[in-house]
């Protein structure tokens, strides 16, 4: 049997099995495997337990493997091959955002469902749906056809899937250090990342790097009562609204000092591409009712989104917060800030650059407390990379259309953290769209990412295979 | 028997009493009369069937009348002498701030009991001990004892307690209007305001006024993850800290175009007889962990509290404010604002100018709501009234300290509305400290207010009846 007819054989496997594939993520969606909040911390261990047992059941030797936070999978296949062939780190993630605000869902976010959008395309809701629940197990679906169709896979593949990606990571770098012998290979997978649109594959080659800090302004020992003590006592929401409101200037340029020191312009060749791109706020910002790029506004929209570096405020709480008024000074106030990082810049410098700006502008009288979350640089890969060409060309033939090779805003640690315990290289390949709700309410997965996600590894497989390694 | 030895047997009966007098606080305490939250309706409803029951006992005509919100009570002590004598109506109201932070309390909020203050001070602790049931049960009890000993009132007095003041009394002026004939009296006593300090007495001859208003700033049509749309998304949280962050100067003083409009400096007399009493960040700012007066410079501390108008954010709230973090640009986000007018701003401008301001500060693609909460304006009253002078006597030789004629920060709507809608001038005299900790966890009142409060009720009485009318 040729390789190609064997190719075939199983995206037409994938096919014929796809109802059986849908129920396998389902089973995975019931689990509400949310990293951020202590009460799930056994339902994240139900995810693993399940995830370890059915990656077992395509034969690979596959354990659930401690960290000091929520257990990791780690899974190999065995070929008894090992050192002939390629072999690949495949990586995914089983926790999920949380899902509040709950009353915005449209259903139980923890009840999958295929139902019909808008425009009438099929859609998977829950949360993880994409993210990366249905991301990962298109993966995991195209190991199983391979096995089913040929008893093998055609390169050797370990799958490592981890618990915390939601909330940093935090846990899982000493984790790789600890099992760096288990976890040789030749590069690295990941699927967690979207496509240029419906129609357009595309492998992501850069990703911004994230600080996240939370602060936290204390001023009175107590709340007060604002008509006694209002015009008096110092109100930490208003220097917290003070300094953050500040952050910005006219020009949608962060204030910072030294925070764009190190950030390049793009090349004049990627740019010029990028134009070529011609994203609009027309197709880009109208699905979300917005009209105007927020950004700097000297900047292309595909800059301010993906090739330069951001502030956003995630969260803000403070005083009263309930129906109706309360006429209170509160003691506090916080707030949880994120900052996208590109290449040049250095997470730490950038996150005492924040907190340098934050406590010269504290009045007397208040004082402040900071906490990370997260802290990655980041990550420009080689545009080059030999196994990036191989899955480029499996993507193109699955989907009739070139794919693109893409900068991304969003953040994945993992890829830096490969390189640097590893010395991996990262192919970052996902079918997500921009409207696909991940980390809001009624997350969704194109029923078509999932199907022709999977094909679409299964052709990654092979197309890798044939690579010199 | 002479008034004088009269007036002694009363407040030796007060004294006898008053481990009773506690007792019914505590009755009355021990009801979740939380009128901002819903889930508490049946508790308010029922705190007026308990007051209304327990002020029968006293020989009123007493009923709960219904309002569009929770109901009032209205109480005539009936002596058949109507018209004969000074008649005052008496104001109080059962329904308390809601609790939240409840992790802050140091024991629950709803099960007083009487605790030693660091200081030694012996302390009522409950939501509601001072504000306001502690305060309207000294009135109560002074009658009681009145009623025990000499069958009767010094004078004739309506009793109303309502049940909405800590969420603007919305539906209290209307009821007002609809009830005018049952509500006849020659002026009103108030109970709901403060001492000068814990051996000074006062009586408040003016009050802010306070308009609240709750601003929502809305941008896209859903929450956003922030690594793929930040940088090219408004995100709410930052135009609202942005237009919050700009309302005050760096001299302290409120940014709103028209804002001081029609303010007044204070009469020189005034001013010296403020100066002399000497409030300094030492005495006010010091028990409540602050030290550096936060309203305009170039003011004394006493006129910023209690002069000086002002504008506190007293809640916001938007995106993720769980543990931990999340990369999100959320839909929208709101704050709870409030300003403290003085004499000479009139509510509905200073309301316009705060929303004219917002919204001439907002960027294109968001849209702003706005919600009204309060709306009063300030009161000055005449500090020759004769029941004033009267009040301050019995005050004077119940404490052995002058009685002070004080302005307050603070915004007690219903006497601008007892003035409009009745034609009542207002005495207001009140028990509380600055300490009391109203509005915030742990609130408390000085066993030594409720005693001495009731005391000064029986006094004040007493005085007030050998008033020429």
Known sequence: MSDVSQLQKVLDRIDA????????????LRIKSISADPAFAADCRAAADHLCKDIATLGFASEVRPTDGHPAILAKSNSGRAGKRPH?????????????????????????????????????????AEDDKGQLMTFVEACRAWKAVTGSLPLDVTIIIEGEEEVGSKNFVPFLEKNK???????????????????????T???????????????ANRDLHSGIFGGGAQNPIRVLTRILGSIFDEEGRI????????????PADILAQWQKLNLTPETFLKPIGLSIPAGEKDRL????????????????????????????IPAEASAKISFRLVEGQDPDRIRKAFRDYVTARLPGDCRVEFTEHSNAPAVALDWNMKPLAAAGRALTEEW?????????????????????TLGLDTVLVGFGLDDDNIHSPNEKYDLRSFHKGIRSWARILASLAEQPR
Chains 1, 2 share one sequence.
């Open 255 to 266: 204030t910072i000092p030294g925070f764009y020191d190190g950030v390049k312009d793009l």
């Open 181 to 203: 012998q288990d976890l040789k290979a030749d590069f690295a997978l990941v699927c967690d990342t979207g496509m240029w649109d419906p129609n357009t594959p595309a492998i």
């Open 88 to 128: 690949v780190l495949f990586y995914g993630h089983y926790d999920v955002q949380p899902v509040d605000p709950l009353n915005l869902w449209h259903r139980p976010p923890f009840d999958p469902l295929v139902t019909n959008h808008a425009d009438g395309r099929k859609i998977i809701v829950a949360r993880g």
């Open 400 to 420: 009739g259309k070139e794919a693109v090779l893409m900068g991304s805003g969003a953040s994945i640690p993992i890829v830096a953290d490969f390189k640097r």
């Open 17 to 28: 099995e796809f109802d059986n594939s849908l129920e396998r993520l389902f089973a995975l």
């Open 301 to 328: 929209l595909i800059e301010q989104i993906s090739s330069r570096p951001t502030c956003d405020v995630n969260g803000i709480v403070g005083g009263y917060t309930g129906e109706g008024s309360k006429t209170v």
């Open 205 to 219: 080659t850069s990703l911004r790097g994230l600080v996240y800090d939370e602060v936290k302004i204390k001023a």
